[in-house]
């Protein structure tokens, strides 16, 4: 792979769809289209065109294209835009056309970000952003995201960069200058100062939930022993038959996992094994120990099994979730009765669902932090700590150095290929 | 680095340097040193290794230097100890990472000190002259320099170390001189040569203050300031104090000074705007002071005698370039100094000097091969800075022309390839004064463990005679054998037993690892470690700030390694920097006047941000493939 080559990807979701559009990037993408479509179509003004396979001439689709000259593109090169009618065979035969032109090639997940980012279209922080982006289904990821994607997150960062550049001005003038009687000799308390008022700051970011649950979702376990009605009730809130459901006990034998959205809040719902210690089943017995880990993950559970007898879990409900059938031992004090089979009072716990989500979300439109960033901004506010009771002021302007790398690391100042790769390695393929 | 010149010995000498100031005679000294034949051009035998400026050796940062260029056996701390006639600790109250060693240097006791030093040296000729031309081949590569009587001398390699020779020009008030220091020739027709080799040049100023007559002074109504107590040096090879310590004296300026001042600013060429290059922001001249710090009602002036045996007083502080008249009345516009007579007014120097992008890490033109510059041609300022860039010329030049390795000086090594590394990355926009808030890794870079850092690289090189060998080795001896006695673990039970105040409890650790408390010192351990031939003061502080700072280190010790992993990736030397997209005008510009060598060059590079960086990453990439 080398990254002269010119990419493609279709970016926007599989075919069919009413529409499929295949972006283009880099030096050959303006003889791509010529070669496709005849002339060049004005910059950034859509223009109807023929597309033909320039071996064959054959005719390949009808489609409208958009034309991005580099270095104002989003990916910082040559940049072209095929708007296709979104059949599976359109879509494919104008992918095996490109695929045979000279120096093009399908792109490799995250390359077009990956590509803004080294064109420096933008830089690290808004990169991850668009990642996330990229996986927002939710209205609530979808703004998160564009806190950061649009540099707002930065801008912070930047910002505290420049208040701890300040504090080592501060600090290395004491060291370089004290003999001169021009510096202040205030330095040490507005160093305090300083330090506490970022710390506050950083608190506040870092007490924010973290970015990881509104990407995967709320996790939400529901447990229970065998034949409780779990899988039952996970088909119920997804609407479909993602857990196969029969009466035999232990049909659930692995975990299932099925993201849903309810007013716009990601949640993650699991199906879990059910949970007996006699299990003679090997297999069934596996199943068993990634339930419980589950549970240790999860941001909630749903318990449907005796009262009482769940799991420890700090956030732990007990459900009632056979309100169809008469004879069953009936919980005394659940949180809810409902019944998974009809449907009924199902809306009720959606509904507090979605009222727990408010607490465990980060504020809609707020950028949240993902384990990267809350690391590195740990890292730096550990830094500041450090500055307390520090006699020496030599190592106080060494825990500041070390606070700046971190804030410079989040900004992608460090410059390792690793880093790199691994960042956009996480990019789907086609933005 | 550098180009790989022949080393045939067909030539006259090995390497000529051109000037006598402190980078001409630490580069022809470390040259000599490593056995290489050497030419030392003076315009008199006599002007070699003066001070022109204040004579003191040292400081915040400039200690430091001096420590280093001492630790590769050099002459600048040795000859500052011959000459001292005060001795101040600066930074006293805080680490040693940060201490300023700083001397009051006799002016005529430090050039003859410098001048036996040179002496001394078997393959090291000085020549009497003054160097009007380079001597260029037909491929234009440097064989040799010719001097104004015509003759001509060769060798493959030259070093510049000619100071503010280039286009200086003299201010003092209404008054313009050309040339460089006041009442010598500046070597101008060498300098024709170098503006018609199209090398990159920049303009800067820099300015002195009036010399008085210590005579004149009222000593007694002022504040002494006496040379330390403590027997340190500034070379570990001085046993002592050599000259009789004399005080310094401080005074202040007063409201009225500044009244004087500032009635007076319109006659001052910085204000008239006859100096248009750029100084020093911090060393500003007396009437920058007051005008850009309007609000302080005084500032320090510190009275530094010259010598021993002459009455010259320089006041540190007060540069200046206004007219005689008005220096007269505001020097005596101070306490002590009312009845002051001026000797020498002070003055303002404009210069040119090469933009020291267009250098290489040894120092060579990379447009001239063969060619070193050093020193205040490079657009820095001061003795240590000119001494430090002097060895590293010398040896580069030395090197090459012998061919031998060159001695592995990185920014986590040294302050001297700090700034090295600052002057051919960054370029400078005001004249470059070491600083230790300029060196990343300055808790490994110690004045105090100078020696420890850089002596073993030295004797690797050639570069250190048989006496400091010796020393080395036995101190080195000694180090090893204390810190094999502090491994021993003990309890904090039975530190506090021999009355170290630590927390009287169980906890067993090495002694080692107790010296990292501040509360504990290595001569309170001595009862457990034992009598130690060679452990003396300097050693003990030395190992006791190792161990203190050894958890810092260590945690910089993965930063090492990624910075490391990133100087092994090579950057081409005609990297086409317009070809690659995403950079910015800028960018390119600064990237091709510094041509850095590799990743992690570029990446210190100012304003290159972390997308070009990988831009430039796929770039060598691509061109490797």
Known sequence: MSDSDTIFALSSGAPPAALAVIRISGTQAGVVLRAMAGKLPAPRHASLRTLCDPESGGELDRALLLWFPGPASATGEDLAELHLHGGRAVVRAVERVLAAQPGVRLAEPGEFTRRAFQHGRIDLAEAEGLSDLLFAETEWQRQSAMALASGRFSRCVEGWREQVLMLSALVEAELDFSDEDDVASDSVRRLEQGAGSLMTEMDAALARPPAERLREGIRIVIAGPPNSGKSTLLNRLAERDAAIVSDIAGTTRDLIEVPVAFGGVPFLLTDTAGLREDSGDAIEAIGIERAAAAIARADLVLWLGAEGEGPLHPRLWEIDARLDLAERAAKRKPLLRLSARTGENIGALVDRLIALAADMLPPMGEAALNRRQAALITACRDALHALEDCGDLLIAAEHLRNARRSLDALLGHTHTEDMLDALFGRFCIGK | MGAVMSTTRTTDHDVIVIGGGHAGCEAAAAAARMGARVALISFTRDAIGAMSCNPAIGGLGKGHLVREVDAFDGLIGRAADAAAIHYRMLNRSKGSAVQGPRVQADRVLYKRAIQSMLGALPTLAIVEGEAVALDLGENGRVQGVILADGASISAPAVILATGTFLGGRLFRGEEIVEGG??????????????????????????????????????????????????????????????????????????????????????????????????????????????????????????????????????????????????????????????????????????????????????????????????????????????????????????????????????????????????????????????????????????????????????MQAGCVGGERAAWFEARQAAKRQTIKALQQSVTGHSLAGHGVAVKADGTRQSLYEWLRFPAVSLEQLSPMIGEIAGLDDDLAAEIEEDARYAPYLERQEAELRDLRANERIMLAGDMDYRAIVGLSNEMVERLEAARPETLAEAARVRGITPAALAAILVHARRRAA
Request: glycine share 8%.
């Open chain 2, 181 to 458: 220091r006041t009442g010598e020739a500046a070597a101008t027709r060498l300098a024709e040569q170098m503006y018609a080799a199209g090398l990159p040049m920049a303009r800067l100023k820099t300015g002195t203050p009036p010399r008085i007559d210590g005579r004149t002074i009222d000593w007694a109504v002022l504040e002494e300031q006496a040379s330390d107590s403590e027997p340190w040096t500034m070379s570990p090879l001085t046993p002592g104090r050599q000259v009789p310590q004399i005080f310094c004296a401080i005074t202040r300026t007063t409201a009225q000074t500044h009244d004087i001042i500032r009635a007076n600013l319109h006659r001052s060429p910085l204000f008239s705007g006859a100096i248009g290059a750029q100084g020093p922001r911090y060393c500003p001249s007396i009437e920058d002071k007051i005008h850009r710090f309007g609000d302080r009602d005084g500032h320090q002036v510190f009275l530094e005698p010259e010598g021993l045996d002459t009455h010259l007083v320089y006041p540190n502080g007060i540069s200046t370039s206004l007219p005689a008249d008005v220096q007269h009345d505001f020097v005596r516009s101070m306490r002590g100094l009312e009845a002051a007579e001026i000797v020498v007014p002070g003055y303002a120097v404009e210069y040119d000097h090469i933009d020291p992008r267009a250098l290489d890490h040894w120092l060579e033109l990379r447009a001239m091969p063969g060619i070193f510059c050093a020193g205040q041609i490079n657009g820095t300022t001061g003795y240590e800075e000119a001494a430090a860039q002097g060895l590293i010329a010398g040896i580069g030049a030395a090197s090459a022309v012998l061919g031998r390795e060159r001695p592995v000086l990185d920014r986590a090594n040294s302050y001297m390839a700090v700034m090295i590394d600052d002057l051919v990355l960054q370029g400078v926009t005001e004249p470059y004064r070491m600083l230790t808030a300029r060196a990343e890794y300055r808790l490994r870079l110690r004045a105090n463990n100078a020696s420890d850092r850089l002596t073993a690289i030295a």
